[in-house]
């Protein structure tokens, strides 16, 4: 029996209703991209009567494929949060996801507004936005969830149980690959993707690490944490990076990190790749080995011949978002799953990959393949392959005498405990 059972998304839902019938009045922070998913699922969810969206803020609105429909329903559009709470309209949740550089801005003006917040990952680009945006969530009446959707599933949240409540024994390593393609097209969707500052000179650091799979870097120290909604912390990182697409920042890493708990985290992770493989991870705990092979189940095979099945934490993406439409409605029955803190840790790790030197792969080791359609994707064959082979032994890509691979650096993380 797990310590905590998350209820389904309609139990969840049913619960709220009969608490409190009103809809939650949802603002959408940026409603293009992946604000999408958002629109979609917020509609469905007034189409139930659980929610209404009160309003839009997104300086680029009508290049969303979205807001035509939006806007013949009489959405109020605005330009800023501030513009927003200056109206007439209210809102109970202001769903963030919009462009990292505005994740910390946007989420403590809609806190200090009285706003809970849903922020999407990764938390924020530095730090110093990261602490911000803990103290304005610990500072405020609300609630801040930041959306990596892994965290909010029946299936982490039961393997964090077990976790926590030592049944697989003291954490000693956890590892995660993930090979994801990126093409011409994902640099070229907006005027951020593959950046260190944007055009403002805003911090973003965009790489694989701090956006597609910021999440399973995040996972891992999240399974660790102590606490239903605390994440384990690094103590000190070392890190590897490199490029091969025409961007300013990194495309391809990986890392090993020390953790405050005692178990060492790698990483690798790479967009320069023609291969899409997993992610994949392998915990090991003193009692048991958990393995997500690419896109399966999560089970844990434990030493004394038990097996237990978590299922797929790739189900069920968006119930992030009811959970907390379900806490604006009854806050008394549920606590954050995923807040800043627990969230601060991908934020510290990747700060950490941006203080290391990136390096060029060599021109002749990179292809550049027409995939149709004007799009280009930039790949260095063999690259999963010593992702993957990183993965299985435990090495970093310098510790495995790749002709290629550069000096790790080592940083310190201890000022940041
Ligand atoms: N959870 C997931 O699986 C997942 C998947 C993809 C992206 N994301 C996250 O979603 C966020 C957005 O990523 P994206 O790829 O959709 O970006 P994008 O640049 O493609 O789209 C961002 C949207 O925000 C709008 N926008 C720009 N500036 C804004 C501002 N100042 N205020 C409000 N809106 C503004 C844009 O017009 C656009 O509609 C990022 O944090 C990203 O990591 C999460």
């Not at 507004?113 to 938390?123: D, I, S, W």
């Not at 300013?248 to 005692?262: I, K, P, Q, S």
């Not at 393995?291 to 434990?302: C, H, L, N």
């Amino acid at each position: 029996m797990c310590a905590y059972a998350m209820p389904s998304g309609i139990e969840m839902i049913n619960r709220a209703k009969e608490k409190d019938g009103t809809p939650a009045r949802v603002l959408l922070v940026g409603v293009g991209g992946y604000g999408r998913v958002y629109v979609q699922a917020t509609r469905k969810l007034e189409s139930d009567g659980l929610a209404v969206i009160s309003a839009v803020v997104d300086p680029l609105a009508e290049n969303s494929p979205e807001w035509p429909a939006l806007a013949e329903a009489g959405v109020a559009l605005f330009k800023t949060v501030e513009e927003f709470v200056q109206s007439e309209n209210e809102a109970d949740l202001a769903v963030i996801s919009s462009p990292i550089a505005f994740h910390a801005d946007q989420a403590c003006a809609a806190l200090k507004a009285g706003m809970n917040v849903l922020c999407e990952k990764p938390l924020c680009a530095t730090v110093e936005d990261a602490r911000r945006m803990v103290q304005a969530s610990e500072n405020s009446g609300g609630f801040m969830e930041i959306g990596y959707q892994w965290s909010f599933s029946r299936a982490i949240q039961d393997l964090k149980s077990d976790v926590m409540a030592g049944r697989l024994g003291a954490p000693e390593r956890l590892k995660t690959w993930v090979s994801w393609p990126r093409g011409s097209n994902y640099y070229a969707r907006n005027t951020w993707a593959g950046r260190i500052r944007d055009g403002k000179g805003r911090s973003v650091f965009d790489s694989p690490a701090n956006n597609a799979a910021a999440h399973f870097l995040h996972n891992m120290f999240y399974v660790l944490g102590a606490s239903r909604s605390s994440a384990a912390k690094p103590v000190s990182i070392t890190a590897e990076c490199y490029r091969a697409n025409p961007i300013e920042n990194f495309d391809a890493a990986c890392c090993r990190v020390e953790t405050r708990e005692g178990a060492d985290v790698l990483f690798y992770t790479a967009h320069c790749v023609k291969k899409k493989m997993s992610p994949a991870f392998q915990f090991i705990f003193e009692d048991a080995t958990v393995d997500y092979p690419d896109s399966g189940e999560i089970v844990a095979r434990f030493k004394d011949g038990r097996q237990k099945s978590y299922g797929d934490p790739q189900q069920d993406r968006m119930r992030k978002l009811r959970h907390c439409i379900r806490r604006c409605q009854d806050p008394e029955t549920d606590t954050v799953i995923c807040g800043p803190r627990a969230a601060m840790s991908q934020t510290l790790c990747v700060n950490a990959m941006q203080a290391t030197p990136t390096h060029e792969f060599d021109p002749t080791m990179v292809k550049v393949e027409d995939q149709g359609d004007g799009v280009k994707l930039t790949h260095v064959p063999g690259l999963e392959d010593a992702m993957k082979e990183g993965f299985e032994r435990d090495l970093l890509f310098s510790e495995m005498n790749i002709p290629w691979a550069r000096q790790a650096r080592h940083i310190d993380l201890t000022a940041h405990l």
